[in-house]
């Protein structure tokens, strides 16, 4: 899962408000940063009726927030 930068320059200007929400850059001005997680999912079936699952996510401990 990845998502790529948004600088202030490129911020819709409906969100530049939302200070909240977004990491700021040297200037104080609100953007997104880019990011990326790795996961490892694996399914093993056992016989018909049984199916085993597991995981980890996150495998580089990346601090993120996904944005819609």
């Given at each position: 899962?990845?998502?790529?930068?948004?600088?202030?320059?490129?911020?819709?200007?409906?969100?530049i408000?939302?200070?909240?929400?977004?990491?700021t850059d040297?200037d104080?001005?609100?953007?997104?940063?880019?990011w990326?997680?790795?996961?490892f999912?694996?399914?093993?079936?056992?016989g018909?009726?049984?199916?085993?699952?597991?995981?980890?996510?996150?495998?580089?401990?990346?601090?993120?927030?996904?944005?819609?």
């Open positions: 899962m990845y998502s790529g930068a948004v600088p202030f320059e490129n911020m819709p200007v409906t969100e408000p939302k200070t909240y929400m977004y990491a040297s104080g001005n609100p953007h997104s940063p880019g990326y997680t790795l996961k999912k694996a399914m093993y079936q056992i018909n009726h049984l199916t085993v699952s597991g995981g980890v996510e996150n495998i580089t401990n990346e601090g993120y927030r996904p944005f819609a």
